[in-house]
């Protein structure tokens, strides 16, 4: 369970550093959220992988939420229009991201039982 706190951690951590990048641009004083954000997240995405979660499950996930998450955000907060085809790559990564988690479940399921 640590594992998923951790990488939930790092996602939203690097989303805030990104976003916070595009603030940065009229507020320097944001850098420092955008460091504190990219370090954080690569520290929290390090602790996942630490704690038992396999690269390619947490690379993936981590990579695949921030993009969508940020698509997300940046339309709530910048008001950045999300396009019907992005909206749809949206939820081909919201896809993707779940068959790569039940792909995992299922290869340590298979581990176990040999």
């Not at 704690?51 to 910048?78: E, K």
Request: proline residues 2%.
């Amino acid at each position: 369970m640590k594992k998923w706190l951790f990488l939930v951690g790092a996602v939203l951590l690097e989303v805030t550093g990104s976003l916070s990048l595009k603030g940065a641009l009229d507020a320097p004083g944001l850098y420092v959220l955008v460091v504190a954000g990219y370090v954080g997240s690569f520290l929290a995405l390090f602790m996942s992988l630490r704690n038992g979660m396999a690269l390619g499950v947490g690379y993936g996930i981590w990579g695949a939420s921030g993009v969508a998450l940020t698509a997300i955000m940046s339309l709530v907060i910048y008001g950045e229009p999300i396009t019907l085809l992005m909206g749809l790559g949206i939820v081909i990564i919201m896809a993707g991201v779940l068959l790569v988690e039940l792909g995992s479940q299922a290869a340590q399921k298979k581990e176990v039982a040999a």
